[in-house]
């Protein structure tokens, strides 16, 4: 595997494009949160699949499915993005996070669960904290099963698990991610038994969106604000949510203040996750992919802005 290109801005994110030897592509991103400096917080966002059969109405990502990655190839965008800045593989942020949210549903790659077993071996990181955001596929019990084990084996304080849940109604949320999926009680049962009350809480996601429903009432049924927390975001400008006429709430200030009103209210810790808008330009968020580019210019105007530069760095040979 080789990267081939990358764009952005070091301050704050680089998206970089690798491709292995049969010409597929991936991407990942490293990012930074200004002021925070990278020896406090710095965040590695990386792919599992080549591509994701999901297609979510909303994600870039889902516009081609070419397979899953290899342990190797996912720890090669890891490696490549600590090389870039750090010697011997230390790693010395006291939040180093490693997302596995690029481009691919993880669960639905068993290399992930590999590749989460090598990592506390692989590098000296007193900060490591490895980031899995799931839609909850309800074909890969199994992978689940593994995960709960690895965590509470490896992981017992820092690990953040992450359901992308996105609407409170089933329906919707079957437009919203059209796959099979648990529902909403299975999600709570697992997230009770995954939860350490010594470390962090399971994550609801939400790109909120206009129209789409987010009832309190419902969540509560479900999911204890003592076990998990909310983290909202806005939908991302993506080429797919512009074709789908799908528009963040976050267009809308005052609807945005009341929903988050309305879910602390109901007791919640709610997480408020905005961005820098140079990230939209960069096209570096949750759902955005710049490669989708080359099949589709009906882009935003605000997102994909920046211009790939051309870069020739090959793995070892192995990969």
């Known amino acids: 595997m080789k990267v081939i290109a990358r764009a952005g801005n070091d301050s704050i994110a680089?998206?970089?494009?690798?491709?292995?030897?049969?010409?597929s592509r991936i991407e990942f991103v490293q990012s930074?949160?200004?002021?925070?400096?990278?020896?406090?917080?710095?965040?590695?966002?990386?792919?599992?699949?080549?591509?994701?059969?999901?297609?979510?109405?909303?994600?870039?990502?889902?516009?081609?499915?070419?397979?899953?990655?290899?342990?190797?190839?996912i720890l090669f965008q890891i490696d490549y993005l600590?090389?870039?800045?750090?010697?011997?593989?230390?790693v010395p942020s006291d939040k180093w996070k490693i997302q596995f949210a690029r481009m691919g549903e993880p669960a639905l790659n068993p290399a992930v669960l590999d590749v989460l077993r090598i990592l506390p071996e692989r590098y000296i990181a007193h900060g490591l904290i490895p980031s899995v955001s799931t839609v909850a596929p309800a074909s890969c019990?199994?992978?689940?099963?593994?995960?709960?084990?690895?965590?509470?084996?490896?992981?017992?304080?820092?690990?953040?698990?992450q359901f992308s849940l996105h609407t409170t109604d089933p329906v919707v949320r079957r437009r919203l991610i059209p796959i099979r999926t648990w529902d909403f009680q299975t999600i709570a049962d697992y997230g009770e038994a995954f939860f350490n009350h010594s470390?962090?809480?399971?994550?609801?996601n939400f790109a909120l969106a206009k129209k789409i429903p987010v009832d309190p009432?419902?969540?509560?049924?479900?999911?204890?604000?003592?076990?998990?927390?909310?983290?909202?975001?806005?939908?991302?400008?993506?080429?797919?949510a512009k074709q789908n006429e799908l528009r963040s709430l976050y267009d809308s200030l005052e609807e945005w203040k009341t929903k988050l009103d309305q879910l602390s209210n109901a007791g919640y810790r709610v997480i408020e996750s905005i961005g820098e808008l140079e990230e939209n330009a960069i096209g570096s968020n949750c759902g955005q992919y710049i490669e989708s580019l080359q099949t589709s210019m009906d882009k935003p105007d605000?997102?994909?802005?920046?211009?790939?530069?051309t870069v020739c760095e090959t793995a070892p040979a192995n990969l």
């Open 82 to 90: 600590v090389d870039q800045r750090f010697v011997n593989r230390t």
């Open 14 to 23: 680089t998206v970089y494009i690798a491709e292995n030897l049969t010409g």
């Open 302 to 309: 605000e997102s994909y802005t920046y211009t790939c530069e």
């Open 141 to 161: 019990d199994r992978f689940f099963h593994e995960l709960l084990a690895i965590k509470h084996e490896l992981y017992s304080e820092h690990f953040q698990l």
């Open 199 to 204: 470390g962090r809480k399971i994550t609801l």
């Open 217 to 240: 009432d419902i969540l509560l049924t479900y999911f204890s604000p003592d076990i998990f927390l909310i983290k909202t975001t806005p939908l991302n400008p993506t080429i797919k």
């Open 32 to 73: 930074v949160e200004p002021p925070i400096p990278v020896e406090e917080k710095w965040v590695n966002i990386v792919s599992t699949l080549y591509g994701c059969p999901v297609q979510c109405p909303f994600c870039d990502a889902g516009m081609a499915y070419k397979g899953k990655l290899s342990a190797e190839e």
